[in-house]
């Protein structure tokens, strides 16, 4: 397993999430943080139905009431808590959830084998 830092905890806030794109062995991962309710919630930034990210622009994951996660491309709504597609054409489907380490006031991700080279924010 291993663990990468991503950014401060007081970073994330509510209304902006934001994206990160890391260099694994295994190729790019994307995935992003979104605060919701005071917890800080981290997917893998690919839409259930075509397999691709969930933005046109970077750190724009969210519909336009900021009611839920939403893919960009053909407007699917997610839930905050557990990814879960409540419409869209991936409706009843999930986001992948990550898990996320807490260290003080740092936010680290948790993974279970791939090897970090570099980190950038998206
Ligand atoms: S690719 Fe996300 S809803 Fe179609």
């Given at each position: 397993?291993?663990?990468?830092?991503?950014?401060?905890?007081?970073?994330?806030?509510?209304?902006?999430?934001?994206?990160?794109?890391?260099?694994?062995?295994?190729?790019?991962?994307?995935?992003?943080?979104?605060?919701?309710?005071?917890?800080?919630?981290?997917?893998?930034?690919?839409?259930?139905?075509?397999?691709?990210?969930?933005?046109?622009?970077?750190?724009?994951?969210?519909?336009?009431?900021?009611?839920?996660i939403?893919?960009?491309?053909?407007?699917?709504?997610?839930?905050?808590d557990n990814?879960?597609?409540?419409?869209?054409?991936?409706?009843?489907?999930?986001?992948?959830?990550?898990?996320?380490?807490?260290?003080?006031?740092?936010?680290?991700?948790?993974?279970?084998?791939?090897?970090?080279?570099?980190?950038?924010?998206?």
């Amino acid at each position: 397993m291993s663990h990468h830092f991503l950014c401060k905890q007081q970073q994330i806030i509510e209304g902006n999430p934001r994206g990160f794109s890391l260099e694994l062995e295994s190729g790019k991962f994307e995935l992003f943080l979104v605060k919701h309710d005071g917890a800080i919630y981290a997917y893998k930034n690919q839409c259930p139905h075509l397999g691709i990210p969930l933005n046109w622009q970077p750190d724009e994951f969210l519909s336009i009431e900021q009611s839920h996660i939403q893919c960009s491309t053909h407007g699917a709504l997610f839930n905050f808590d557990n990814g879960y597609c409540i419409s869209g054409p991936c409706a009843n489907e999930s986001l992948t959830s990550l898990t996320l380490d807490h260290r003080d006031d740092e936010l680290w991700l948790h993974l279970e084998s791939p090897i970090l080279v570099s980190k950038e924010v998206a």
